[in-house]
């Protein structure tokens, strides 16, 4: 398996791939100034991939994730701690990471490439699209759906039932009991939208 992104983010999803006996065979960033990484072997700027190797985008931005997945033509791994809980009727897409102490219950469709943080909770038919962020002990109840590349705060709560559109900014702690637009950034209890995003790019 080889990483994309040499960062804190990376480490965490090293250490998944090693409690699960993976080994990482590399590590590649854009960033010319690191020069080692959490002594794993760093290979630098990425030039030229085999469409036989491994990755997984090991970048917590979404939309970073989603232009170096749309970029790259290899086979795409996932990085799925062994102490999370996963009902074995839910289904987990390409490229998606998932870190200790997650919850995923029954029926929930994971998109491709999408972080799940430490201790999030995933209830009954969730749908959480491709190159999603929920962050550290946020909670989305049943039958929610998270559309692509939004970002779901720390400690977040979500409501049953509620919709969340495209690349919205659901800040920490945001108590979301309605259905949020495309694009919108929402704080506060009761959430409410305090401006929506120019681009997916744009907070």
């Known amino acids: 398996m080889f990483l994309y992104g040499a960062s804190g983010h990376g480490k965490v999803v090293a250490e ?22 959490n002594n794993l072997p760093f290979l630098g700027i990425l030039n030229q991939t085999n ?14 994730r989603k232009k170096i997945a749309e970029s790259l033509h290899v086979k795409w791994g996932t990085a799925i701690s062994k102490y999370a809980n996963i009902s074995p009727t839910s289904s987990i897409g390409e490229g998606t990471v998932i870190m200790r102490g997650v919850s995923i219950n029954a029926e929930v469709s994971i998109g491709k490439h999408v972080t799940l943080n430490t201790n999030c909770s995933i209830d009954h038919n969730c749908i959480v699209e491709d190159f999603v962020h929920i962050s550290p002990n946020a909670a989305l109840a049943g039958n929610v759906i998270v559309g ?33 637009p495309d694009y919108a950034v ?11 995003k120019d681009t997916a790019t744009v907070v």
Do not use: R
């Not at 998944?16 to 080692?36: F, K, R, T, V």
């Not at 469409?51 to 970073?64: A, L, P």
């Open 16 to 37: 998944i791939l090693s409690e699960n006996e993976i080994e990482i065979e590399g590590i590649y960033d854009d960033n010319y100034s690191i020069q080692s990484f």
């Open 51 to 64: 469409e036989n190797q491994e990755f997984i985008i090991s970048i917590g931005d979404n939309y970073s």
């Open 148 to 180: 692509e590349g939004s970002f779901i705060g720390i400690g977040s709560c979500i409501i049953p039932g509620v919709k969340i559109g495209k690349w919205a900014v659901i800040g920490a702690g945001t108590v979301v009991i309605k259905d949020i």
């Open 186 to 196: 929402v704080v506060g209890n009761p959430g409410k939208v305090i401006k929506y």
